[in-house]
């Protein structure tokens, strides 16, 4: 490739900042596009594989094996993914300001490998795990307690080195100044969580099956060598990438931002069409290529220059617009934490209703609870392939927008479709209680409940992959992996709020003589609490089209092949079509 650039051979040269791992100028027909990325969608396919085959039945263990109550062990699964995904906001920090997506992705794989072995042996080892339930059941030692969560959260942190920079690694095999590519990359998102959906399909079918139906030894250890293989095919691809060489911290250049906007509050602004180089001599104005937008005035006082040649007495106006649109997703964000709760209901509290049905098919065989997760899984991979293909296509010839609807009326979508989800479930489960009431043994059907898997699968479809695009897609070219660790932060957050208002609903409820979440569930009111979740989630809608209605989209630059203006960019992103 050298001679190449020594010959003059530029037209096919990356121009979105693209290197390879030496820092040299890469050609896109030698690295990055489809063929990169096909090393790593298999990697997240078989990684997420690995991933779910500990959460999807996670509850179960923490029930059946480790002797803990409906509450408890709903609440450490909780807590666990919570973590796992607030961890990325420290993984897209280092991946941003120091190591790069690949390295810390490296170093987070190796992490996760160790997680996935301690955990394993945690499980298989039998003075590491309780004796079985006889008359009574023994809980967990200290020791065993502390080992298994020791597995689980050594994964929690390799998570956040992985996630947020494998998306981003990912992402970044498309050139945006290439208009080829970055119609692929649109289309990436989706073909991304299809292998996401296509792993997580494993899980609560055979992983699951071995584990509740032979023991968690097998169950976590062929993920565990799954999970090694994975990271052999994502070294193969190694020649193909494209990278992005790492910046400065984003969280320092915010600060920064804001804290010399603070200090320079007093000094004046020029003018509105004023020429910045036309003021008061004694302030000047960074050049930049991105032009100062209107919105959050104040900060532009950041780039007004002190004699100082300190880089904490003035910004560039780039560094301030970079803020600006990272401070401009937070409101998005907020609004997308109460739907990342009622997610966590799929692994946790839906798991544990279908422990309470008949789950026989035939005579010897019995299907796991956590299996109807696969559920939520196909109906995703369904419904996303339908809309990359054909839902698409029929929107873009009507609204001229080349996703066919905008991302955050994808995200709108799929929060009103979840309301209506939480709906059916509170309703479902008053029709199983009041059948459990009528009969001692009831003989309904685990598909009982398949219809609140169903359309919290379809409500994902429309959720997930918007919420994944839209914080990549609007987070400033050196923020990317800090962009995308705010879906992530979405997912933390609401776990640990899903935890927080369960402990909190139970609490409250078991004072007044009638808990809504007990160890039994055919004396709870789950449906009560399905009622409340429905509530709250509505409320949140509301508050999600304020939002939605108060943002404009990044403006980018686009040549005569534009997909949008910068004036179709700056309609922001409300729910009108």
């Not at 919105?295 to 904490?312: G, P, Q, T, V």
């Not at 007990?518 to 609490?529: A, K, V």
């Amino acid at each position: 490739m050298a001679e190449r650039l020594e010959n003059g051979d530029h037209g096919d040269i990356a121009r979105d900042g693209s290197v390879d791992l030496r820092g040299n100028p890469v050609h896109r027909s030698e690295r990055g596009g489809w063929k990169a990325c096909y090393f790593i969608i298999a990697y997240e396919l078989i990684e997420r594989m690995a991933y779910y085959s500990i959460q999807s039945n996670l509850v179960s263990y923490l029930t059946n094996k480790l002797h803990e109550g409906t509450v408890e062990a709903a609440n450490n699964v909780t807590n666990w993914v919570g973590t796992g995904f607030l961890t990325p906001i420290l993984g897209a920090y280092i991946a941003d300001a120091y190591l790069g997506q690949y390295w810390t992705f490296i170093i987070g794989s190796a992490l996760y490998l160790l997680g996935m072995i301690i955990l394993t042996l945690a499980v298989s080892v039998p003075k590491l795990k309780p004796p079985p339930c006889k008359v009574t059941c023994e809980r967990a030692s200290s020791l065993q307690q502390a080992v298994f969560f020791i597995g689980l959260y050594t994964i929690a942190v390799a998570n956040g080195c992985t996630k947020p920079n494998v998306t981003t690694l990912g992402a970044n095999q498309f050139d945006e100044t290439n208009p080829k590519e970055k119609m692929q990359k649109h289309s990436f998102f989706n073909w991304w969580m299809s292998s996401i959906f296509l792993g997580t399909l494993f899980s609560p079918t055979v992983l699951v099956y071995l584990q509740d139906n032979i023991n968690f030894s097998i169950g976590y250890g062929v993920p565990t060598i799954a999970l090694f293989v994975s990271m052999v095919i994502f070294f193969v691809g190694t020649p193909f990438y494209r990278h992005k060489l790492a910046q400065s911290s984003p969280f320092t250049k915010m600060t920064r931002v804001i804290v010399v906007s603070i200090r320079n509050w007093q000094l004046p602004l020029p003018c509105n069409g004023e020429d910045p180089s036309q003021i008061d001599t004694r302030v000047a104005w960074h050049k930049s290529s991105i032009q100062p937008t209107k919105s959050m005035r104040f900060l532009d006082k950041a780039a007004i220059k002190s004699n100082s040649d300190s880089k904490w007495t003035s910004c560039s106006i780039t560094e301030i617009e970079e803020t600006k649109q990272m401070i401009s997703m937070l409101p998005i964000l907020v609004s997308l934490i109460l739907p990342c709760t009622m997610i966590a209901q799929i692994n946790t509290l839906f798991v544990k209703q279908g422990a309470t049905l008949d789950r026989h098919m035939g005579p010897h065989f019995q299907i796991p609870p956590a299996s109807l997760v696969v559920f939520v899984t196909i109906t995703m991979l369904v419904s996303v392939v339908l809309y990359d293909r054909y839902f698409i296509k029929v929107l873009r010839s009507w609204t001229r927008n080349p996703r066919g609807i905008t991302i955050l009326q994808r995200i709108g979508t799929g929060i009103f479709l979840q309301v209506m989800t939480m709906l059916f479930a509170s309703i479902i489960e008053h029709r199983r209680l009041s059948i459990v009431n009528k009969e001692a043994h009831t003989s309904l059907s685990i598909f009982f409940l398949l219809p609140q898997f169903v359309f919290m699968g379809l409500a994902d479809s429309f959720l997930v992959v918007g919420q994944t695009e839209f914080f990549y897609d609007q987070a400033p070219d050196s923020m990317k992996s800090l962009g995308s660790s705010y879906t992530m932060t979405a997912y933390g957050i609401g776990n640990f709020l899903s935890s927080f208002i369960l402990q909190l609903v139970s609490d409250i409820t078991k004072k007044q003589g009638k808990g809504w979440v007990l160890n039994d569930l055919n004396s709870s009111r789950l449906d009560y609490y399905y009622a409340l979740l429905t509530a709250v989630n509505a409320l949140n809608f509301i508050f999600f089209l304020f939002v939605s209605r108060m943002y404009k989209y990044r403006v980018e630059l686009f040549s005569s092949t534009h997909e949008r203006t910068e004036d179709e960019a700056e309609k922001g992103g409300h729910l009108e079509f």
